[in-house]
């Protein structure tokens, strides 16, 4: 099967630009997670979604980031404006089933604010 | 607040020998928890998961677990060169997301 697929791999941006992430889970997959993982931690949990609801946004910075799954399948997160501590890899992951912990990760995208 | 504690390493063993990798968490009530590997550059990949008590096996993997200590281990014997990466041990509570440690990197020495 094919795995979670993200888009782009690398982005370098300015601090207060927008940037924005592109995530496609494995087919089947109703669960997806956004997680950020800073250098040298391990990675924290951004958003949740179920299908095309989001599930766990308790952890998402609202006032700059945002995620949307439209139609269930694709899902993108956005931060708008960047901040320097923002730098870090944006790790997309789907599961078959809520509750699950055997995720499947995409390559992640690395985020460098400057 | 759940928490997943792992010492950060480096651990080094030698090639062949016995890598013993620890994790502690926080909450009794957690159910379920795994191990990923994170190769450097690369994203987390699941190496084992655990829901009792004991041991359970996977080639050379022994995944450890003990509720009462809050504690889980993963153990893998004869390593090799190649098991050099970080290992991430997470926690689950029921349908919530993974809680991840730190990790630990681990280095096996030729």
């Known amino acids: 099967e094919a795995g979670v697929a993200q888009s782009p791999r690398y982005k370098i941006i300015e601090k207060r630009q927008s940037v924005a992430f592109w995530c496609n889970p494995i087919?089947?997959?109703?669960?997806l997670y956004w997680y950020q993982q800073i250098l040298g931690q391990g990675p924290k949990l951004l958003i949740q979604f179920q299908n095309n609801g989001v599930v766990d946004d308790s952890q998402l910075p609202k006032d700059r980031f945002s995620a949307e799954r439209l139609k269930g399948v694709d899902s993108t997160l956005k931060i708008q404006p960047a901040k320097l501590e923002d730098s870090a890899v944006y790790l997309c992951?789907?599961?078959?089933?809520?509750?699950?912990?055997?995720?499947?990760f995409g390559s992640g995208t690395r985020l460098t604010v400057v | 607040q759940k928490e997943v504690e792992q010492n950060s390493g480096p651990l080094s063993v030698p090639e062949g020998a016995i890598a013993s990798l620890n994790c502690t968490y926080s909450?009794?009530?957690?159910?379920?928890f795994f191990w990923y590997r994170q190769y450097s550059g690369k994203s987390p990949e699941l190496i084992m998961f655990i829901y009792s008590n004991g041991d359970k096996e996977d080639g050379r993997f022994t995944a450890q677990l003990n509720k009462a200590s809050q504690y889980v281990s993963l153990l893998i014997r004869d390593s090799q060169p190649s098991d050099s990466a970080t290992y991430l041990c997470a926690v689950n509570w029921g349908n919530t997301p993974l809680v991840f440690g730190k990790g630990t990197r681990l280095s096996v020495i030729a």
């Open positions: 909450d009794r009530g957690s159910q379920s």
């Open positions: 087919s089947g997959h109703a669960t």
């Open positions: 992951a789907s599961t078959f089933k809520t509750g699950f912990g055997g995720y499947t």
